[in-house]
């Protein structure tokens, strides 16, 4: 049987400092490191994977900087971009209250409109510094999935820790899901 190749292009978008690096760098296989550098722009990673016999996914990751100074600089990287991984920082609620702003610039700039998201609840591991229940998540993904149905798209939100690696292959692996059944839908 003739292995299928899918490419999916997705940004890992939200407030500087959230575990976006992170979480790709888990993702990659590189765990965790105390230690990191502002995101300058944006960074690139790929990686294959086979999560579905007979499908080859090729992931292109492009990690965009938080910080306010950048935007002007981000709008080129959403071009193209399939997917998203909306993060936040659970003991931070300005991140969680700045995604509608990340959905917006992701949706004006991707070049397709609204596209699949799964919003990453990040630093988990820091559950006793927690101040965003994980319930205001699900409400918010809830109120997200009612405006972005009628596109044929259904969102999803994840607990995650980029330090202990709680749900990031699943992260990855449900958005993927979503693009791929929306490209089918076509």
């Not at 500087?16 to 300058?40: C, D, W």
């Not at 292109?60 to 900087?65: C, S, T």
């Not at 409109?113 to 820091?126: E, H, I, T």
């Not at 044929?152 to 607990?159: A, Q």
Request: proline letters at 2%; glycine letters at 8%.
């Amino acid at each position: 049987m003739t292995e299928k190749l899918f490419i999916f292009k997705i940004v890992l978008i939200g407030d500087g400092a959230v575990g976006k690096t992170s979480i790709r760098m888990q993702y990659m296989g590189y765990g965790f490191n105390t230690s990191h550098l502002m995101t300058l722009g944006a960074d690139f990673s790929t990686i294959d994977k086979e999560i579905i016999p007979n499908e080859k996914w090729k992931f292109q990751i492009w990690d965009l900087a938080g910080q306010q100074m950048f935007e002007q600089v981000r709008a080129r990287f959403y071009k193209g971009a399939q997917g998203a991984l909306l993060v936040f920082d659970i003991t931070r609620p300005s991140s969680f209250q700045n995604l509608p702003m990340w959905l917006n610039e992701l949706y004006k700039f991707n070049g397709s409109g609204v596209v699949p998201v799964v919003v990453l609840a990040n630093k988990s591991d820091l559950r006793d510094r927690k101040s965003v229940k994980f319930k205001q998540v699900q409400k918010y993904v809830t109120e997200l999935n009612l405006r972005t149905q009628r596109y044929g798209v259904i969102n999803y939100c994840l607990e995650t820790s980029a330090k202990t690696g709680l749900n990031i292959d699943r992260a990855f692996e449900i958005l993927g899901r979503s693009i791929r059944d929306k490209s089918n839908q076509k």
